[in-house]
């Protein structure tokens, strides 16, 4: 095999598909009475509802304030422990500390890499008061597992579906099934709104605090106010909220987008196809594996290196001949554990095996709906030929 065209242009691991009529939604907003706070920001917050089946859903700056939010809104407070995973970006982990919590880690499935239900289960203490799972690189997590024990212990379920926007557990669209649901908008994401996030609840008490705590804990609504006679310019604020509001400039570009989900998500399944049966039978890499009673919405395609078939190199030499032939492979994630924030506080390398392990051995590939064929094309030739190169 010859080596493939090493001029090809760089191809990122995961990049926005932003068309014309995405520019002009923009641009009518910049042109109109609101940047922010504006008609947007409701239309963008029904098309999530409506997409996902949840009943509500408030839009935020960012998808790690709307997990800030909603750990607010399951009244985590100093003391309390949530169960994440170590597999995830730290903001997972981070909203349990803004609010005075303490993260505990449960150990991923092997198969899957999601949290594993029996882990949750050996972590709960009395002190425990919700669970952060993730739905890592869209595939959701054993959701009927993990809610029977979030009701048998008295817990709220989070659910981090930062990946899985238009993912589906036994049939159901994710953002309707567990207690609050978050969905990020950043570029790389399934669609975007330059930064943004959301959280859908079917909860109409989740949903009015949430409101409330994006807009510094303050609200206008007449039935809320505890002095509703002082007059039309009066609100009141009721506890310590933060400035978190989506700009309407983001909402129009989300609502935009979402009109292409469907079509976005698929285009993501169909390059995932290609990379399946072309590494299926590629000694020394483990393909993803996908339950049958679920469908990921394929955030991320991460593969796994064994370690004892390569010949001369490890992950890291691979991850650099890759990178030099311009395939912008990623590592998806250094375990939240691992960072020196998180070391420092007690937490250690060791204890959570079977995520060290993979976390050793894993390799995100570039996967995005604007890809070419001519791009997924030169991602397998590259990954065999430098397989082929450092395999026994
Ligand atoms: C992207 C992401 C977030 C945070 O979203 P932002 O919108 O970037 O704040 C949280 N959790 C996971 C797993 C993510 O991938």
Aim: aromatic share 10%; glycine share 6%.
């Amino acid at each position: 095999m010859t080596m493939p065209d090493v001029k090809h242009r760089f191809i990122p691991y995961g990049r926005q598909w932003i068309d014309q009529d995405d520019i002009d939604a923009v641009v009518e907003v910049l042109k109109g009475d609101y940047l922010t706070t504006g008609p947007y920001i409701e239309q963008f917050e029904e098309a999530i509802a409506e997409y996902t089946g949840a009943r509500y859903a408030v839009a935020f700056a960012n998808g790690t304030a709307a997990l800030h939010g909603a750990c607010f809104a399951a009244g985590i407070t100093e003391g309390d422990e949530v169960i994440t995973t170590p597999m995830t970006f730290a903001a997972s982990a981070n909203c349990v500390l803004y609010q005075g919590g303490t993260p505990v880690f449960a150990d991923i499935d092997e198969k899957t890499y999601n949290i594993d239900p029996q882990e949750i289960e050996k972590k709960i203490t009395a002190k425990t008061k919700a669970i952060i799972p993730v739905d890592f690189t869209g595939q959701p997590v054993d959701l009927d597992e993990i809610l029977e024990i979030a009701r048998r212990h008295n817990l709220v379920v989070i659910e981090d579906a930062a990946h899985a926007l238009g993912a589906t557990y036994k049939e159901r669209k994710i953002g309707s099934i567990s207690d609050m649901t978050m969905f990020s908008f950043h570029p790389v994401k399934h669609i975007t709104s330059g930064e943004g996030g959301i959280i859908t609840t079917n909860h109409r008490d989740y949903y009015e605090t949430l409101v409330q705590f994006r807009q510094h804990g303050i609200t206008r609504d007449p039935d809320r106010l505890q002095n509703p006679d002082e007059g039309p310019w009066f609100y009141e604020m009721h506890f310590l909220g933060y400035n978190y509001r989506m700009t309407d400039i983001q909402a129009a570009l989300g609502t935009s987008q979402m009109k292409k989900l469907d079509p976005f998500v698929e285009r993501r399944r169909e390059i995932v196809k290609r990379y399946n049966e072309a590494f299926s039978d590629v000694p020394g890499i483990t393909i993803p594996f996908e339950k049958d009673d679920r469908r990921s919405s394929w955030h991320l395609y991460v593969i796994r290196l064994n370690p004892e078939h390569l010949k001369n190199a490890d992950r890291k030499r691979i991850f650099e001949a890759l990178r030099t032939q311009q395939i912008g492979v990623n590592v998806h994630y250094i375990p939240v554990h691992y960072h020196p924030y998180y070391r420092e506080r007690g937490y250690e390398k060791g204890s959570y095996p079977i995520a060290e392990k993979l976390y050793e051995e894993m390799m995100t590939l570039p996967l995005f709906p604007a890809m070419e064929d001519d791009d997924v094309q030169h991602v397998i030739d590259t990954v065999k030929h430098i397989m082929s190169t450092y395999s026994r």
